[in-house]
């Protein structure tokens, strides 16, 4: 399955860059990436864990730049 | 009140307690005090963040190595230098946020083509509702003004309709009863009622949008080059700058621990790669932004990128640089009227659904009475034996002529011939030829201009029709003859010709050639309006069908080109040579935060350069 969620407040490129790795390194991701000018992440991950991956993704994103939520 | 304001006044009243601080006669305790409120005022977030950070195991970030680098400064007494770096931080970031969100906007609005309802037509009543609610084969109707939501057919009205949001071209094109018109387009005059044939997440407009916005995920060697460079700078700089504090105060005889350790922030201060993380990416998304306004869309700046070093470029003949509409172009009669020699092909040819038939017909242009025509005999590779009017009419290449023993014109002619026989009876011929597109000549000149090293024909047609057509435009190289296999091994062929790291680009109408686009190095399709094989196949889709924007696309993508190298060398330049001077204790902090976030900025503004592509 493959969706594109709306990034709220993501101002750093850099960390988008780091948010786009970390993404990509969760269990069941088989491709996540983000868009610093689109504002826009994409996950393409099994449908099984999906729910799962979407919840750490957030965490993911704020940790790393605790103003960026995901719009869901 | 804006996140951008609300900062602004935040390290306006800051700028002002530091100015209180430097001017005010003060006892050492009390400056300070001033200082550290200042510093507070302006880099609270900062440390805030920094600590924040730190506790989420995050280290090497900007607002940590920035609180280390100003706390720092105040360590080793330097109090209004550690404001004022702090200041100068503050107002650069807060004004490459605002230049990054002004650029994305601007971006954003170019590609604002998205149709926000939709009118349908349900149980007799008009509805406003979201396109994506509507189903294949609703009724919808589009006022004057109004942004047509999806492909459909019109079954009511006329009206003249905008398409440059998808095309780039300023002539409107009419629409009428029976006509496609596309999403994303603007209705500009009269009423339409339009029978939808797709739904909306496979309508043009859906389909181009998804196109652009997912184009940044194909990266351009620059980006991953800084990706990767980005990786090592930061821990690289860090570890240095520790390395830089620690070790001469050791090794050199009198050497100070505060004045290494000043050194040491600089470093910091310039640890961060943001000038190019963010402004590379930014300049191809502008890149691709700018072409798409011009009807071009590419793929991924990875072809964009790839499209600068353009070597030779290869057409298909049809439908390319020709209209791919058959028309008579030239009748040479004898004994009898051009129109009549014309009536009576267009009826010995009547049954045949060909191209060159059709053609006849349509030169005839008039209603074609069946009654008049008796038996047909199809001679395949000859052409046709009909009996019209109770005359044997013979219609056909030379070989059918020689075939009936008729002597014909042996004029040199290229183009499609048809000969007409009556009875044995020579009685002519007629010329059927592709045209040659308006813009074709010109876009081969542009290309040569732009120093393209070879152009290159391809193409199903005999050799006189190929190489005259190539002449006319004047391509280099031209096979003719092909069919669609050979076209792919002839692209192998010219791909072994070529210099290593330059590009072969084909360039196809996307519907027979899906196989050879993909074997180029990158494939254009062109007149990709509405053609859902053509956006399939390629990298880089032409809306309209005018090849002279295959140089605009390949000026836009040297433009981009320069802008990404220029912001390279000018970041990594600028750092390089601020980092030298600071280990050598020429450049002070204020060096170091214009290395920093001035940087950026001016990168970024050079990136939004990318975004113009008039005149290109």
Redesign the interface.
């Known amino acids: 399955m493959k969706k594109t969620y709306k990034l709220v407040d993501l101002d750093c490129a850099n960390c988008a860059a780091k948010m786009e790795k970390a993404i990509n390194d969760i269990e069941g991701v088989k491709a996540a990436n983000i868009s610093f000018m689109a504002q826009k992440l994409t996950i393409d991950a099994v449908d099984e864990l999906f729910e799962d991956i979407l919840k750490q993704a957030a965490k993911v994103c704020k940790k790393i730049e605790p103003d960026c939520k995901i719009k869901i | 009140m804006s996140r951008f304001q609300k900062t602004l006044i935040r390290i306006l009243f800051g700028g002002v307690v530091f100015a209180i601080a430097l001017l005010a006669p003060l006892t050492k305790n009390w400056e300070l005090a001033v200082f550290l409120i200042a510093y507070l005022v302006i880099g609270g977030d900062v440390l805030i963040?920094a600590i924040?950070n730190i506790v989420?195991g995050?280290i090497f970030d900007?607002n940590f190595l920035m609180s280390i680098a100003t706390i720092g400064a105040f360590a080793v007494g330097e109090y209004p230098e550690g404001v004022a770096v702090m200041l100068f931080y503050q107002i650069g970031e807060a004004f490459q946020?605002y230049a990054?969100n002004r650029s994305?906007k601007s971006?954003?609005t170019l590609m604002d083509i998205r149709p926000d309802y939709a009118n349908v037509k349900r149980a007799g009543e008009l509805i406003k509702v979201d396109p994506e609610e509507v189903e294949i084969g609703e009724v919808i109707v589009i006022k004057p003004g109004e942004r047509i939501p999806l492909d459909g057919i019109v079954i009511e009205g006329n009206s003249s309709i905008d398409t440059s949001a998808l095309t780039g071209e300023s002539v409107p094109r009419e629409a009428f009863v029976d006509s496609d018109v596309l999403s994303g387009c603007i209705n500009i005059n009269g009423v339409l009622t339009v029978r939808t044939t797709k739904e909306f997440g496979e309508s043009t407009v859906a389909k181009i949008l998804d196109l652009v916005?997912?184009a940044?995920?194909k990266k351009a060697k620059a980006e991953n080059f800084i990706?990767k460079f980005?990786k090592y700078y930061t821990p690289v700089v860090v570890i240095t700058a520790a390395l830089l504090a620690v070790i001469p105060p050791l090794v050199i005889k009198d050497a100070i621990f505060s004045d290494w350790g000043y050194r040491a922030l600089i470093f910091l201060v310039i640890s961060?790669?943001?000038a190019l993380?963010?402004s590379i990416?930014?300049g191809f998304?502008g890149g691709i932004g700018g072409a798409s306004k011009n009807g071009i869309l590419i793929k991924g700046s990875n072809y964009l990128e790839a499209l600068a070093s353009t070597e030779i470029v290869v057409f298909d003949k049809t439908g390319t640089l020709t209209k791919g509409t058959f028309r008579v172009t030239k009748v040479e009669a004898m004994g009898l009227s051009n129109e009549s020699l014309i009536e009576i092909a267009a009826f010995a040819e009547n049954y045949s659904n060909h191209p060159i038939s059709l053609s006849l017909k349509q030169a005839y242009n008039k209603e074609i009475d069946s009654e008049r025509i008796g038996e047909v005999d199809e001679i395949p590779g000859f052409g046709v034996k009909t009996i019209v009017d109770g005359k044997i009419v013979y219609a056909g290449n030379t070989k059918l002529m020689d075939k009936i023993g008729v002597n014909y014109s042996k004029d040199e002619i290229s183009g499609t011939v048809v000969h007409v026989a009556i009875d044995d009876e020579y009685m002519g011929y007629i010329v059927i030829s592709d045209e040659i597109k308006e813009d074709s000549i010109e876009a081969i000149k542009r290309l040569k201009a732009g120093n393209i090293s070879k152009t290159v024909m391809l193409t199903g047609d005999n050799k006189a029709v190929g190489e005259k057509v190539a002449k006319q435009l004047g391509i280099d190289e031209v096979y003719t003859e092909l069919l669609p296999n050979d076209k792919v091994d002839k692209i192998e062929e010219l791909l072994l010709r070529k210099s290593p790291k330059g590009q072969l680009v084909f360039v196809g109408d996307g519907i027979n050639d899906a196989p050879v686009l993909t074997r180029a190095d990158i494939g254009i399709a062109m007149g990709g309006l509405g053609s859902d094989a053509a956006i399939e196949a390629a990298d880089i889709v032409i809306m309209n069908d005018e090849p002279s924007k295959i140089a605009t696309a390949i000026n836009i993508s040297k433009k981009t080109q320069k802008i990404v190298k220029q912001n390279i060398v000018f970041a990594l330049g600028v750092k390089a040579i601020v980092l030298l001077l600071g280990a050598i204790g020429i450049a002070n902090m204020w060096a170091a935060v214009f290395a920093d976030v001035g940087v950026s900025v001016i990168a970024i503004l050079n990136s939004m350069r990318a975004l113009r592509t008039k005149g290109l």
Do not use: D, H, K, W
């Open positions: 963040g924040r989420r995050q900007e946020n990054v994305r971006i954003a916005e997912n940044s995920s990706t980005a961060c790669p943001c993380v963010i990416p930014l998304f």
